[in-house]
């Protein structure tokens, strides 16, 4: 079946079997592999795209359930050369190792810094009623959806502090 | 031109450090971090090949058994599907690390639940896996299958001995004793990245690109697997997303890739599903370990005996060598290290992170915290006393041994001295606070190695070996040698790994690594040197090598002009020599850690921990903290969540997936510090670096658990320590 797909600002348009997950559309179907599967069901986060600025589990989605939709891969966030500002800040603190939960990763802070500008509560915010502040046990929590086998969780919440604060303009 | 360097005397020189680049040992950035943060990494499936058809492996449902027909009628007019595969060339097991030929094999006779016996090929993915669905296996089920390595009916051979004096004397003798027995479960590596493999034929020639760490075994592997020549295999595994062991050896997906893509006459892509990762790659065995200490009023160990009971399947050799590091971490003249191996109808046991010492150092590590509590010593002092002067099992001196330093340094920077001295009598609110340490060990190895390192006219440097970075920082590290020891800047070297066309390495496992293909391009930058000196007529000694130029009495040369148009290209070979059996070498450090357990529901949170290490020249600050971050983390896990659960009936994987088997989250991990010692280990290798990559494991989940003890008096021996463990013993 047919669905017409804009990603990263470009328009594609789909021919495949209503069954195929918008995470196996992009890898197969049209070889955006930036996006990664570590699971499958919902479970890892490497997966992580933007759908309308939202952060979901590709996985978990079919691909012809997006049709008109605005999803950004991790290949929208930024090229070598020409790095986002929490792609440049993964570089310099080691916010990974194999590098294989690090799209997922970084498309799910990308949003999360965004959930938290917009006053969104987590299970760790103090005061509900309050602006969220973005502390290390808030970033800690607001990325446990994705996991990292390397286990770079430190480096990854150090990295995501950084760019909170201004660095990697 | 080949150089060949065989170490067998310690090197003294400490090249690195006369060298005036000064980037080794520097928080360098990886040189591949722009490709993998921005996505354009290419991981195994991920090659873009025309006409390329999906495969999806199926499972055998029962613990042992014969495959009778695979009941094809029901897919084969699937739209889509291809072709189902099985036969006598399917593996029964993925290879052991180093193993070099086919493991065992056939999908007809079924070993355990979760057996791959055949593989769907079709159009898509999608069609593929709804048709693997649908396969009607026949299987004839047969028996005795044990599944249970401690059941009295499970087969239970006693595989390796070693005693030194009397160790039953001294316990009777000893003032204080422990004889304890703790258990561990199985793990997971649970790698993010599935094993994958896409299959390629031209002609007879086979190009696989998959997800393995060791390329110069896994090509054996896989040859021998499919009956042809290994010169008519090649692999590529430039990027491979985590391995901790699981991708040690050739794997169910490569090998069925193969044989299906010479079948259908096209590509086939075989990605394991997570389920499929969990029940038919590797498991590290669990465990059942009895540790007995003696010592003297003072603390001082006049005897130690680990015997250990784990599993794996029949006809496999592989037994987790748990007491690895027990014949030489401690004191005590009175020894025994008593292995045995159950027989059992679970999937493989094979290497995961640190095979030995993960759970062998972290039970004896609690057992040392029992031990402290005995004598009423405190728990730093108690393993400071017993530090050994050589290897008390061999009378070997330590190649470096700073565990001591490791120690006094982590207790002072933790506040070692602050702890709760009293178990169970901090705390604050719901929760009880405690603080627990364990020291670490792992041993070190080198293995023969190549690489080729080649220096253009314009003075760009190459370098080329088939060793992998599965995370570890291999593409940093051997830039940072390069560009150390030929005075080049590192965005003018490029680093390209995992292909078998090139020098063939040990790659990536048991922390051998670094060592080792990084000194086989230490020794082609050596000749390099050489070669250049001899063109600006210097002694190679007196060369120096900055930015580009050569700097030869006061007259600073670019590269360029001494090369004149000519490329120099060295291969170095490195051979383990005397030097690697002439004294007992391994690294160590120390763990610190403080929970916080909450009194109400027995849930343990880690608060604060402090790994300290010491492994000889550190070649990159910033990938060696992130490998111990690494490490400790899995201490965190093994400790608190993770756990193999298999059924008792025909030993299949309860929790075969990310959402039952619980590998630690960002939440479920503080800030951990990592300190690095200052330390150059002459007999490791002519770098002084030692393996980094599994030291961060090896005790870390008994500083966890030695914490929780310290914070309620409750003290697990039954891993992991989840709360209902604690929660009956609370004050
Ligand atoms: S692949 Fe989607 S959450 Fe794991
Ligand atoms: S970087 Fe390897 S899983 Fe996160």
Request: proline residues 5%; aromatic residues 4%.
């Amino acid at each position: 079946m047919r669905t017409d797909l804009s990603i990263n600002g470009e328009h594609f348009s789909l021919e495949a079997d209503p069954r195929t997950t918008l995470l196996d559309a992009l890898r197969h179907h049209l070889h955006l592999t930036g996006t990664k599967k570590g699971c499958d069901h919902g479970q890892c986060g490497a997966c992580t795209v933007l759908v309308n600025g939202r952060r979901i589990n590709s996985c978990l989605t079919l691909a012809c359930m997006h049709d008109g939709d605005a999803i950004t891969t991790i290949e929208g966030l930024g090229v070598p050369g020409q790095l986002s500002p929490l792609q440049e800040a993964f570089v310099e603190f080691d916010g990974y190792q194999c590098g294989y939960c690090t799209p997922g990763q970084i498309c799910s802070a990308t949003a999360m810094l965004d959930e938290v500008k917009a006053g969104w509560p987590s299970h760790v915010t103090e005061d509900v009623n309050d602006m969220p502040k973005l502390t290390e046990a808030e970033i800690a929590e607001r990325m446990s959806g994705n996991l990292c086998r390397c286990a770079c969780y430190p480096n990854i919440v150090d990295a995501i502090m950084d760019v909170a604060e201004g660095g990697h303009k | 031109m080949n150089i060949r360097f065989k170490f067998d005397e310690p090197d003294t020189r400490h090249r690195l450090d006369q060298m005036s680049q000064d980037i080794i040992g520097k928080a360098f950035d990886r040189p591949d971090g722009p490709m993998k943060v921005s996505g354009q990494a290419t991981y195994a499936a991920e090659w873009e090949v025309d006409r390329l058809a999906h495969g999806v492996l199926v499972r055998a449902p029962v613990a042992r058994g014969r495959l009778k027909s695979l009941g094809i009628e029901a897919v084969s007019a699937m739209d889509g599907v291809i072709a189902v595969l099985t036969g006598e060339r399917f593996l029964r097991v993925p290879a052991q690390g180093t193993e070099n030929t086919a493991p065992h094999q056939g999908a007809s006779d079924i070993y355990y639940h979760g057996q791959p016996v055949a593989l769907v090929v079709a159009e898509t993915f999608e069609a593929a896996r709804h048709a693997a669905h649908h396969l009607a296996l026949e299987i004839e089920t047969s028996g005795p299958a044990p599944v249970d390595p401690e059941a009295s009916d499970t087969v239970r051979e006693e595989t390796d001995r070693s005693s030194q004096g009397d160790l039953d004397r001294a316990m009777a003798e000893a003032a204080h004793t422990v004889d304890v027995t703790y258990r561990t479960p199985g793990h997971n590596s649970a790698a993010m990245e599935p094993h994958a493999a896409i299959a390629q034929w031209d002609g007879d020639e086979l190009t696989l690109r998959g997800a393995y760490q060791m390329l110069k075994f896994n090509r054996n592997e896989l040859a021998d697997s499919l009956g042809i020549p290994a010169e008519k295999v090649r692999i590529l595994a430039p990027y491979v997303g985590g391995g901790f062991g699981s991708k040690l050896g050739i794997s169910h997906e490569g090998v069925a890739a193969a044989l299906a893509a010479r079948e259908i006459g096209r590509p086939v892509s075989v990605v394991l599903s997570r389920q499929q990762v969990f029940e038919t790659t590797i498991r590290r065995s669990e465990s059942r370990q009895r540790i007995r200490l003696a010592a003297g009023e003072d603390g001082r160990l006049t005897g130690i005996g680990h015997e250990y009971l784990v599993s794996n399947l029949p006809e496999e050799d592989f037994a987790e060598p748990v007491a690895q590091a027990t014949p030489f971490l401690y004191a005590g003249e009175h020894r025994e290290v008593v292995e045995e191996l159950a027989r059992v109808h679970r999937l493989l046991a094979g290497s995961v992170r640190a095979p030995g010492e993960a759970i062998g150092v972290t039970v004896l590590e609690n057992a040392m915290d029992e031990l402290a509590e005995k004598v009423g010593l405190d728990p730093v002092e108690l393993r400071l006393r017993n530090i050994p002067d050589v290897d008390p099992s061999s009378g070997k001196p330590y190649s470096s041994n700073r565990l001591a330093d490791c120690l006094v340094h982590g207790a002072e920077r933790f506040g070692w001295d602050n702890r709760n001295k009293e178990p169970g009598s901090e705390r604050h609110g719901e929760w009880l606070i405690g603080q627990g340490m364990a020291s670490a060990v792992r041993v070190n190895m080198l293995a023969p190695a190549e690489a080729r390192v080649r220096l253009s006219p314009e003075g760009d440097v190459t370098i080329e070996t088939d060793m992998t970075d599965i995370g570890t920082g291999t593409y940093a590290i051997l830039t940072q040698i390069a560009s150390e020891m030929l005075g080049i800047v590192p965005d003018r070297i490029e680093t390209r790994l995992g292909d078998t066309d090139f020098p063939p390495g040990p790659g990536s496992g048991g922390s051998w690594g670094a060592a080792s293909t990084g000194t086989a391009v230490f020794i082609a930058c050596e000749e390099i040197r050489r070669r250049i000196a001899k063109r600006v007529a210097v002694a190679e000694t007196d060369l120096t090598l900055v930015d580009g130029h050569a700097i030869t009495d006061n007259r600073k040369i670019p590269l360029p002009e001494i090369l004149a148009g000519v490329a120099i290209d060295v291969v170095g070979e490195l051979e383990p020599g005397k030097a690697q059996k002439a004294r007992r070498q391994a690294t160590y450090g120390a763990y610190f850690a403080e929970v916080a357990v909450n009194a109400v529901t027995g849930e343990t949170r880690v608060r604060r921990m402090l790994g300290v290490f010491s492994a000889g020249r550190i070649l990159n600050a910033k990938t060696a903290r992130s490998q111990c971050l690494g490490g400790m983390t899995w201490g965190i896990g093994m400790a608190l969540t993770e756990a193999l659960v298999h059924d008792a009936r025909d030993g299949h994987l309860i929790n075969h997936d990310l959402a039952e088997y619980h590998i630690p989250v960002n939440a479920d991990v503080p800030q951990i510090e990592v300190d690095l010692l200052d330390e150059r280990d002459d007999w490791a290798n002519p770098l002084q670096a030692k393996g980094i990559g599994e030291l961060g494991i090896c005790g870390a989940a008994a500083s966890v658990v030695n914490a929780i003890y310290n914070a309620t008096g409750v003290r697990v021996r039954d891993y992991p320590a989840t709360l209902d463990k604690v929660l009956a013993g609370l004050p």
